[in-house]
């Protein structure tokens, strides 16, 4: 069974910065493509980033490219994601998530992970 465990969330104004990290257990980390969803009140879940099992490939919502940056430390299994230029529209439950089929390209799609963390609060005022 792998845990994931986000933290990094709070309370910020508009404009400022949060990183969020996640940290898995288990040996088999490096060998799964990571992500990073949201779910604000009364919505749906969404994609937010996504990042291959080495790092090299990235990919990002729209409505976060250019703001935000994901990123994976394997020798600590854990996984990042660099929040700048915050908006009151990012307000939201941020979830990482592992991918279910080890050795994947990047995933978007919530059925194709099968781990989630339980959920770190980001909230930005204006």
């Known amino acids: 069974q792998v845990q994931l465990v986000e933290s990094g969330g709070g309370l910020v104004q508009a404009g400022g910065s949060l990183r969020l990290s996640c940290a898995s257990s288990?040996?088999?980390?490096?060998?799964?493509?990571m992500g990073w969803f949201r779910q604000a009140p009364g919505k749906a879940r969404e994609f937010v980033a996504g990042i291959s099992m080495g790092g090299g490939s990235t990919h990002y919502a729209d409505s976060v490219k250019r703001r935000f940056t994901i990123s994976r430390d394997n020798a600590k299994n854990t996984v990042y994601l660099q929040m700048n230029s915050l908006k009151p529209e990012d307000t939201a439950v941020y979830y990482c998530a592992r991918a279910r089929r080890p050795y994947s390209d990047p995933v978007r799609r919530a059925s194709e992970f099968e781990y989630w963390g339980q959920g770190t609060q980001v909230t930005v005022s204006s």
């Open positions: 288990g040996r088999t980390f490096s060998s799964f493509a």
